[in-house]
């Protein structure tokens, strides 16, 4: 099973686009085949599955623009990204898209077949949700690669694959293929394969020739990857042992294990991230434009209204608003954001936590914990459930979001993981068969709205929560039955932008406008 990451799956990446499932990811994917290619990135080929989500959204949603970043070698949130189409015009890459019936089974799956250097490779990778990817294949080999270790494909003429695989040594995981297969043999390890052990395998009878592929996420795994806890009932009987009752101090205690560092080092991390999304929202309240949106600068007419006392005092919901709105301008203005858990849901609650923290007068800390705690809820839906519109509908990202700020909003305000896990519960519970319907393939509308819903429907059950209510349902069960609603939603609901208000006839009418 693949241990989600805090730092990883839930909170981050860092980026710059619509879309982590398609802006995010696609710069990952992007990145591992120019590595295959050593850089030399001259023609790609992309085919998308008619009955996916890429065929109508790669464009409108930042996937065309991610992968050729990526190639580019460019990071999630480079300043370059904005203007890909030119730099790949510099860099000399042709890139073409076709789409047919491959019969791929994830709606998110790219085949990429990618040329340079006098080399020619086949790629076959997946976005899974929150920026996360997973490749699939590499020139026929079966794997599962996610990113999150260096990597090394080893090509040979027959059993000297065997004999490479063999020059690994302990902390390596080997993918061979089949005996009577001409595919290469993949390893992954946690760290850098040396330039001694390269040149061995360089040497080797029957090798044709190797490449690296570097991590292109910030926690790395290790074989031996371990965490305390995978589930709510676990991580409540984690707490009652050792006596560990803040959700916040709890997470990081899991994300440490998870990436082999010190509670230090995660706290470090989540304080960077405080900064970028302090920065984020005072970019949004100056205001942000950009040809290619439908909604122009409003989080800057919030403030206005509310201290002129002109608007209904929803109390801290009315401080969070401008800041949800913000982050979102931001991010479809293509400037700086932290996708949490995705980028059609990065508002909701990095926006509460920061207005929370202001309204609360606390400081940084209080706010990186904040996220930390939220990012915990988070990895236990992870581990059960996913982050991606495309297979769950916007429950998976404004939903999920919604019940992390609820349990944030507990810790932040004094009370322990339990509680937080009933106010995560209730308002998941909220939350069942939102859909995922972006009008003209953007994420700005309904989403822009349904990010404010999160963050009141957070709140509003993190104060019941407080109240004593009762769940009922406990959240693992939450969890499954959320996944499974997500699931039986209709393929038109799942951003793919072919139902709900997105074939609404104003909705294609502003389609057309903007191409």
């Known amino acids: 099973m693949n241990i989600p990451s805090i730092l990883n799956d839930v909170i981050g990446p860092v980026m710059r686009g619509p879309s982590s499932s398609h802006s995010a990811a696609a710069v990952r994917i992007g990145r591992i085949c120019r590595d295959l290619l050593q850089g030399r990135v001259e023609t790609v080929d992309i085919s998308f599955d ?24 460019f990071a999630a949130d480079d300043e370059r990204l904005v203007d890909y189409k030119a730099e790949l015009v510099k860099a000399g890459i042709a890139v073409t898209y076709h789409t047919g019936n491959y019969g791929d089974p994830h709606p998110n799956t790219y085949n990429l077949r990618i040329a340079g250097g006098g080399e020619e490779h086949d790629v076959v990778a997946i976005s899974t949700g929150g920026g996360m990817i997973e490749v699939q294949k590499i020139d026929g080999l079966e794997l599962s690669y996610f990113g999150d270790c260096y990597g090394l494909t080893v ?28 595919a290469p043999l993949f390893v992954t390890r946690s760290l850098p394969f040396s330039p001694e052990l390269l040149e061995q395998i360089a040497a080797g009878p029957g090798i044709i020739g190797f490449r ?47 990436g082999n560092i010190t509670g230090e080092e995660v706290l470090e991390k989540a304080l960077r991230l405080v900064d970028i999304l302090d920065d984020s929202v005072k970019d949004g309240l100056q205001g942000t434009t950009a040809a290619d949106r439908i909604l122009g600068f409003q989080s800057g007419a919030y403030v206005e209204k509310r201290q002129q006392n002109a608007l209904f005092d929803l109390g801290l ?9 913000a982050l979102m301008e931001v991010k479809s203005s293509l400037g700086v954001i932290v996708a949490a858990p995705t980028a059609g849901s990065c508002g909701a609650l990095p926006g509460t936590v920061l207005a929370a923290a202001g309204t609360l007068q606390m400081g940084r800390e209080a706010k990186a914990r904040g996220l930390l705690a939220a990012g915990l809820v988070g990895a236990l839906i992870a581990t059960r459930s996913t982050f991606a519109a495309e297979v769950c509908g916007c429950q998976a990202e404004c939903g999920v979001a919604s019940g992390m700020t609820a349990a944030a909003m507990v810790s932040m305000y004094g009370g322990d993981c339990s509680t937080s896990l009933c106010a995560a519960s209730i308002a998941l519970q909220n939350i069942f068969g939102m859909v995922c319907d972006p009008v003209a393939k953007r994420v700005e509308v309904p989403c822009l709205g349904k990010n404010i819903l999160a963050a009141s429907n957070g709140i509003s059950c993190a104060n019941l929560a407080l109240a004593g209510y009762d769940p009922v349902i406990p959240f693992d069960e939450v969890v499954a039955a959320m996944d499974s609603v997500g699931r039986a939603l209709p393929h038109e609901l799942r951003c793919t932008g072919r139902g709900g208000l997105a074939v609404t006839p104003t909705a294609l009418k502003i389609e057309k406008e903007l191409g």
């Not at 008619?50 to 070698?73: E, H, I, N």
């Not at 059993?159 to 020059?167: K, N, R, T, V």
């Not at 690296?212 to 009652?240: G, K, N, R």
């Not at 006596?243 to 899991?254: C, H, N, S, T």
């Open 50 to 73: 008619t009955s996916g989500s890429l065929p109508t959204t790669y464009l409108g949603q930042g996937s065309d623009m991610g992968l050729c970043g990526g190639l580019l070698g």
């Open 155 to 182: 090509w040979s003429d027959g059993d000297a694959a065997e004999a490479a695989g063999m020059l690994m040594g302990e902390g390596s995981t080997i993918t061979r293929p089949g005996p009577d297969s001409a």
């Open 212 to 258: 690296t592929v570097a991590p292109v996420l910030p926690i790395l795994t290790t074989p031996e990857t371990a965490v305390p806890f995978t589930t709510a009932a676990e991580m409540l009987s984690y707490s009652a042992q050792s006596g560990m009752v803040d959700l916040g101090e709890l997470a990081l205690e899991y994300e440490a294990a998870r």
């Open 317 to 325: 919901l009315n401080h969070c608003i401008p800041y949800i709105t």
